[in-house]
């Protein structure tokens, strides 16, 4: 048994505090789809959170592998530790 039913449930983020989570990190892992589809490419990024228009952005050379996946498949996902002894992390589908 791997555990993960143990524990308290997800549960949602609502606005306010994912911004709030997003605004005050500014580093994280990008994950992004390879061509494969079995696995995830996992690159740390420093990003730059926009709460007026919803968008976290980070910067790429054009030759970087995770930029050659979002043009193929634009589906990431951003994983941001919390504050805590546990961490509160976060995987935001975006």
Sequence with gaps: MCGLAQGPAPRPLLDETLSVLLGKRGFGVLLTVRRSCCHPH????LYRWDSGARMVWFSA??????????????????????????????????
């Excluded at 996992?42 to 990024?45: D, I």
């Excluded at 546990?86 to 995987?91: E, N, P, V």
């Design 42 to 45: 996992l690159a740390t990024v």
């Design 61 to 94: 050379a054009a030759d970087r592998i995770k930029v050659g996946h979002l043009c193929r498949c634009p589906r990431v996902m951003v994983h941001v530790g919390g504050d805590g002894v546990r961490g509160l992390h976060r995987r935001l589908h975006l």
